[in-house]
Each structure stands twice: as C-alpha cells, then as structure tokens.
C-alpha cells in the first residue's frame, strides 16, 4: 500500500510562487506516473501536470502550461509542482496521485491513479 504525503500549500498573492511537495513511501518498487489534480469547491477534479517513472516526459493542463513546472527526484518517490505566475483561478485543493502500474502513454484521468494524498490547500489572492 502506497502513502502519499503533500506539502507546501499556502496563501499567496497573484503573480508569486509556491512548490508543492509529494513523497511516497511504502510499496514504491511499483510506481509509475506521479501527478497532480486540482479541485476548487464545487468543481470537478482536474488534471494539473504528470511525470512519467523516469522523469523524462511531463504533461500539463492547458491552463498551466508555461507556468507550472513538475519534477521528480532521483529516488523516484518524490515529485514536486513548482507553480509560478500564479492566478486567483488557481485556488484550490491540489492532490498528489499515483499510477503503481503502467497505464499507457497520456493516461491522466484520476481513475488512471491508484493512490493519493491528502491534499493541500493552496489560495491565491487577488
């Protein structure tokens, strides 16, 4: 069973920064994609950005791309979400996902993640 633990939630004004933080532990010889979905209240979970097992593809949302960035670190169980120029309409909940099995190329609906975080909050002020 795979744990996730986020990180780096916040309060921040519009056009600042945060990095999101996820590390996994437990069962993570078996992990694969790591991603974040976002969901603001009322809404639907939407994907934010995934990173393949070896770091070397990344996708994004449309409405990220070229502000948000996703890592992971050599160990493979962290993953990390810089987020910059951020705007009001990225409030909400973020959540870190996992897939422990290869789902295929641009698999990024939740129901492709086997495991998840918590979430963290993160408030972007006008």
């Known amino acids: 069973q795979v744990q996730l633990v986020e990180s780096g939630g916040g309060l921040v004004q519009t056009g600042g920064s945060l990095r999101l933080s996820c590390t996994a532990s437990g069962g993570t010889d078996s992990t694969y994609t790591m991603g974040w979905f976002r969901q603001a209240p009322g809404k639907e979970r939407n994907f934010v950005a995934a990173?393949?097992?070896?770091?070397?593809?990344?996708s994004y949302g449309g409405s990220v791309k070229g502000r948000f960035t996703i890592s992971r670190d050599s160990t493979k169980t962290t993953a990390y979400l810089q987020m910059d120029k951020m705007k009001p309409e990225d409030t909400a909940v973020y959540y870190c996902a996992i897939q422990s099995a290869y789902r295929g190329e641009n698999s990024y609906y939740p129901g492709d993640f086997d495991y998840w975080g918590q979430g963290t909050q993160v408030t972007v002020s006008s």
């Open positions: 990173i393949n097992k070896y770091g070397g593809k990344t």
